[in-house]
């Protein structure tokens, strides 16, 4: 579960719900807070510039090569490394049942080092740990590694990112990417067997809709070149996709691009002022979603703030409104955003603002009167806001579920005092996640899932969740809504396990189990990943699990359908394992990519682009698809 903090997209924080913060804490180079709210002497937000960083890196790694992602490069195939004994990763140590705590709540041992401020984003840059190939002495294939010198490099990212407001600066400029298409593609998995886009599901079970074709070899249907980024520029963000039924949307740099789903060729182009910094996965029925952009492409002396909510029409292929708001004098640099009921929110450490979908009409914004203030939202099928009060380090978070068009409060569940942050992993049911007293101790934000009752505020159960066995990942810290790697249907919590020694010789596997909302035990059904393959929840279709299986090093990836009641699974798509595909395939693994799946079609897309030059292709999106 191990991940680096994303990049921020805001300055320090800003006057507004919250109090204001003192000047003497702010970075020079920043501009000077607005006035307003009450002093709670509240420390600074992390990922904003505290402390001061050691020199700025000159730019993001790139993403696994090979292979890809621990597996074992060609010249080391005859001799991998020994597997250690405790599984799981931790020599010596002997797991209990899948899933189930090893110590009561609020006692789970901090495993490794305590990470630092910023927790794990949804696909960008991994800096010191992403897998890397195996190496002899290495247990796990290299997928655990010194926690101290994890903590080091990861510090030095994020705050090149503050420096950068998101965005990496060079030097000076590097090569362009060179624009090339992937070779080599055909079709696979002819002889499998049966063993929409984004969100994690709701809580009512509907038909499936996903069926198994004739034949789940796929093909690749088309690939997007990775774009250049401006000069000066080392990596900029192109956080975003969508899927509709005719049009695959992607964020480029400072533009959404739709393309046909089949053929790849681009339908429209909505340009932006700015690069994107933020977007939610949610879209209305007629196909509109929303995004948070910069007003301006980014210098190295002016790193521009996200402070523009846009509202975008994927179907017509046009912006249908842009919105800012201000706290104090000051426009709010936001960095989350969601829709549900008719309504756009937005949230950051300066508080919340919301805007009505159809007029564009601001719904409400920040009161710096307020001793709190929402530090963002979930969306789909209600809206519910993470609101924060008090000082820090006495922290009290309110799980608020509220009313989209006035704001109002419906109902409202305070966690302990002292929990600093929370993601929205689901609105209906209400399951939020969190890292209580920062004992997860591997990045990924998630010790403890909690199941709340949306129409009493009351907790159901909590869940413990030890991160050295579990594999979803949320980004607590700003991004509240970025949650991945499980699902939540059926009444049902599904999760996946890490990874741990296989059947097969020097191979590792890992299962998805399931949680019940209503007890918090597990149900005691289990579906396995098998050898080599790494098995990652995307969405629920109706009662059914959407997973994405990374492959072993010789073969293609999978999404199968796994039955929410037998657990049995059913393969859909089977990609091509020539190494040319396989090459790009697993360089957007759900760790790093955004993947979407639906109609018999496969989209897995990068979140950032960069200048450096590798003497592989780069891209930016591949899709597959069945015939």
């Not at 209305?284 to 190295?300: C, L």
Request: charged share 20%.
């Amino acid at each position: 579960m191990t991940q680096p903090p994303p990049p921020p997209n805001q300055p320090p924080q800003q006057p507004g719900f919250g109090p204001p913060q003192d000047s003497s804490q702010q970075p020079p180079a920043q501009p000077p807070t607005a006035p307003g709210g009450p002093g709670l002497h509240k420390a600074p937000e992390p990922g904003y510039g505290y402390p001061q960083a050691p020199q700025t890196p000159a730019g993001p790694p790139s993403a696994p090569q090979g292979p890809g992602y621990g597996y074992p490069q060609q010249q080391q195939q005859q001799q991998p490394p020994p597997t250690p004994a405790g599984g799981y990763g931790y020599p010596g140590q002997q797991p209990g049942p899948y899933g189930q705590p090893q110590q009561p709540y609020g006692q789970q041992q901090s495993y490794g080092q305590q990470q630092p401020y910023g927790q794990p984003g949804y696909g960008y840059p991994q800096p010191a740990t992403m897998p890397m190939p195996s190496q002899p002495g290495q247990p796990g294939g290299g997928r655990k590694f010194n926690a101290q010198a994890a903590i080091i490099v990861s510090a030095v990212v994020a705050i090149a990112l503050i420096v950068g407001g998101g965005v990496w600066y060079a030097s000076s400029s590097g090569k362009d990417d060179k624009e090339t298409t992937a070779e080599g593609g055909g079709t696979g998995g002819k002889d499998a067997k049966n063993g929409g886009a984004g969100g994690t599901g709701g809580g009512t079970t509907s038909e499936a809709k996903e069926k198994a074709p004739a034949d789940p070899g796929s093909k690749v249907l088309f690939q997007v070149p990775a774009p250049k980024v401006p000069k000066d520029t080392t990596s900029i963000s192109t956080a975003g996709s969508w899927l509709t039924d005719t049009v695959y949307a992607k964020s480029g740099i400072a533009e959404v691009v739709g393309y046909d789903r089949a053929k790849g060729t681009e339908k429209w182009t909505i340009d932006l002022p700015g690069p994107v910094c933020e977007a939610t996965g949610h879209l209305t029925e007629d196909n509109k979603t929303a995004v948070i952009h910069k007003p301006a492409m980014p210098t190295k002396d002016d790193p521009q703030r996200c402070t523009q909510v846009t509202l975008i029409d994927l179907e017509a292929g046009k912006e249908v409104w842009s919105k800012t708001a201000e706290s104090g004098t000051m426009e709010i640099s936001f960095n989350n955003v969601t829709l549900s009921g008719g309504t756009v929110a937005a949230g950051s450490t300066s508080g919340g603002a919301a805007w009505e979908i159809a007029s564009g009409k601001q719904l409400w914004a920040p009161k710096t009167s307020d001793a709190c203030y929402d530090s963002g939202y979930g969306g789909g099928e209600k809206l519910v806001a993470v609101r924060k009060c008090g000082s820090y380090e006495q922290r009290q978070l309110h799980i608020q579920t509220i009313d989209p068009k006035s704001g109002k409060v419906i109902t409202e569940y305070k966690m302990d005092e002292g929990i600093e942050y929370a993601g929205i992993v689901s609105t209906e049911p209400l399951v939020v996640a969190a890292d209580v007293g920062d004992t997860a101790g591997d990045g990924s934000g998630i010790s403890d899932f909690f199941s709340i009752d949306n129409k009493t505020g009351k907790l159901i159960t909590r869940i413990s969740a030890p991160g050295e066995e579990f594999a979803a990942r949320c980004d607590i810290i700003t991004r509240i809504e970025k949650c991945s790697g499980l699902a939540v249907g059926n009444g049902r919590l599904y999760v996946p396990t890490e990874e741990h020694e296989g059947g097969g010789e020097y191979s590792e596997t890992n299962e998805v189990v399931a949680f019940d909302l209503s007890t918090g035990k597990q149900t005691g059904q289990r579906a396995d990943a098998g050898d080599g393959y790494q098995l990652t929840p995307l969405r629920m279709d109706g009662g059914n699990v959407l997973a994405y299986k990374r492959p072993p090093y010789d073969k293609g990836g999978q999404i199968v359908s796994i039955d929410g009641a037998s657990f049995k699974q059913t393969t859909l798509m089977e990609n091509p394992a020539t190494e040319s595909v396989r090459n790009v395939e697993t360089r957007m693994l759900p760790e790093y990519a955004e993947i979407l799946y639906g109609q018999g079609g496969l989209y897995m897309s990068g979140v950032y682009a960069s200048d450096y030059s590798t003497s592989d292709k780069e891209y930016l999106v591949i899709a597959f698809g069945t015939s």
